[in-house]
């Protein structure tokens, strides 16, 4: 049975993905308080879903998440032994994330123009392509999970008010199915490079509002926010489906 060593396990993506891949593999599951214990461990597959996740604290503590999402994965690859390393990484990454013909994964990138938040995920995406042969990046949209705590989603769930305005669409996927898409690339060894991941499309605020049966109250401060990448690529490997009926899947699963 293959060693998975999976570094962020108590996050949103990590925590699920320990219990979803239990079942194939021997899981590992590293958050920050184990860290050290576990330094030096060998694996087959190391899958780093740690680093900063929140954009908007991102912008305003710079250094910490220099520290968090860049730094973090310098030592991951020094710290550990591994043969394949899979790095889940963000749209955000792209200057212009509005719509899959600004989103291919080969397209240049000029870091100059990205947010502290996106430039930070793009320096850890360089880091892995320098010093790790072996390699997937995987840059996810939206994710959703059991335990989401932020976002939109989170937000209307919970009666708060959102940030972001109407015009509003979002692409999305589950961690369910990013478990998926991960064991897959585990099984294929020699499979490697950077590949968007999320579901086809994008859904929009009005549609997200009817789907979760909630109406949405608005904060005075709301901006446009446009999330939609090519998954053209990716879609060559593994069957994904529509945002839409990832986000529907992630409300029957909270019923239940």
């Given at each position: 049975?293959?060693?998975?060593?999976?570094?962020?396990?108590?996050?949103?993506?990590?925590?699920?993905?320990?219990?979803?891949?239990?079942?194939?593999?021997?899981?590992?599951?590293?958050?920050?308080?184990?860290?050290?214990?576990?330094?030096?461990?060998?694996?087959?597959?190391?899958?780093?879903?740690?680093?900063?996740?929140?954009?908007?604290?991102a912008?305003?503590?710079?250094?910490?998440?220099?520290?968090a999402?860049?730094t973090?994965v310098?030592?991951?690859?020094?710290d550990?032994?591994?043969?394949?390393?899979?790095?889940?990484?963000?749209?955000?990454?792209?200057?212009?994330?509005?719509?899959?013909?600004?989103?291919?994964?080969?397209?240049?990138?000029?870091?100059?123009?990205?947010?502290?938040?996106?430039?930070?995920?793009?320096?850890?995406?360089?880091?892995i392509?320098?010093?790790?042969?072996?390699?997937?990046?995987?840059?996810?949209?939206?994710?959703?999970?059991?335990?989401?705590?932020?976002?939109?989603?989170y937000?209307?769930?919970?009666?708060?008010?959102?940030?972001?305005?109407?015009?509003?669409?979002?692409q999305?996927?589950?961690?369910?199915?990013?478990?998926?898409?991960?064991?897959?690339?585990?099984?294929?060894?020699?499979?490697?490079?950077?590949?968007n991941?999320?579901?086809?499309?994008?859904?929009?605020?009005?549609d997200?509002?009817?789907?979760?049966?909630?109406?949405?109250?608005?904060?005075s401060?709301?901006?446009?926010?446009?999330?939609?990448?090519?998954?053209?690529?990716?879609?060559?490997y593994?069957?994904?489906?529509?945002?839409?009926?990832?986000?529907?899947?992630f409300?029957?699963?909270?019923?239940?």
């Amino acid at each position: 049975m293959k060693k998975i060593v999976i570094i962020g396990s108590n996050g949103v993506l990590g925590s699920d993905l320990a219990i979803n891949l239990s079942s194939k593999y021997e899981i590992i599951p590293i958050n920050r308080d184990s860290y050290e214990k576990n330094k030096s461990l060998s694996c087959d597959v190391l899958i780093n879903v740690n680093g900063n996740s929140k954009r908007f604290w991102a912008n305003e503590n710079v250094l910490e998440d220099f520290e968090a999402s860049a730094t973090s994965v310098y030592k991951t690859i020094l710290d550990f032994k591994f043969d394949k390393y899979i790095y889940v990484s963000s749209s955000d990454v792209y200057e212009n994330h509005t719509s899959p013909k600004f989103t291919f994964e080969d397209k240049k990138i000029e870091k100059l123009n990205l947010s502290p938040y996106g430039f930070h995920k793009c320096l850890g995406e360089s880091i892995i392509k320098n010093y790790v042969k072996n390699y997937v990046i995987l840059r996810s949209s939206m994710i959703l999970g059991s335990k989401l705590r932020k976002g939109p989603i989170y937000d209307l769930i919970n009666n708060k008010d959102l940030f972001v305005s109407k015009g509003s669409r979002f692409q999305m996927i589950t961690t369910g199915e990013i478990s998926n898409i991960i064991s897959h690339f585990i099984k294929e060894k020699s499979k490697t490079g950077t590949f968007n991941m999320g579901g086809h499309g994008a859904v929009v605020l009005d549609d997200i509002e009817k789907i979760l049966g909630m109406k949405a109250s608005f904060s005075s401060k709301t901006q446009k926010q446009i999330y939609e990448m090519s998954v053209v690529k990716l879609s060559k490997y593994y069957a994904l489906k529509k945002s839409e009926q990832y986000l529907k899947e992630f409300v029957s699963n909270l019923k239940k």
